[in-house]
């Protein structure tokens, strides 16, 4: 079963290798793909699959998919220190969702005017990286919803 990954916010694609962090420029968690946000003062995630949000916080999330799978979208890096301010939750843990859907919003205005990047890795977790197909290359502008990758 293959499972179409897609941007969670618009923005300019990055490769994680680049993305400002060791583990997810190690693919430590998983591989994928990450979004540098448009500068919009507040902003709407949605997620970028079909699933059962495992895990929740301000700053990041993780979809449970039907296979045993999850994808996690994590905004910003380091943005744990910012103890949820600036960011809305509009799901909670055990929600389903669609791709497509408000999970929650933030300001990646504020997050920058913190001295934090911005990117927003959105990692397969513990997937195989030879499962995983680009369909878009990096330095190329998406919208939220566009697809990512495929994750076979």
Do not use: K, N, Y
């Not at 490769?15 to 583990?23: E, N, Q, T």
């Amino acid at each position: 079963m293959t499972t179409r990954v897609l941007a969670p916010v618009p923005g300019i694609v990055v490769a994680m290798a680049d993305v400002p962090d060791p583990v997810f420029a190690g693919q430590m968690v998983g591989p994928g793909l990450a979004v540098e946000p448009l500068r919009a003062q507040r902003q709407t995630v949605v997620a970028p699959v079909d699933g059962l949000v495992g895990a929740l916080h301000p700053h990041a999330f993780a979809l449970e998919l039907l296979d045993d799978r999850s994808v996690l979208v994590h905004l910003g890096i380091d943005t744990v220190g910012l103890a949820g301010l600036g960011f809305t939750l509009h799901v909670a843990v055990g929600d389903e969702v669609r791709a497509g859907d408000r999970v929650i919003s933030w300001s990646p205005v504020d997050v920058a005017a913190a001295g934090l990047a911005t990117v927003c890795p959105v990692v397969a977790l513990q997937g195989d990286p030879a499962a995983l197909t680009p369909l878009v290359e990096a330095g190329v502008t998406v919208e939220s919803g566009a697809p990512l990758f495929d994750w076979a």
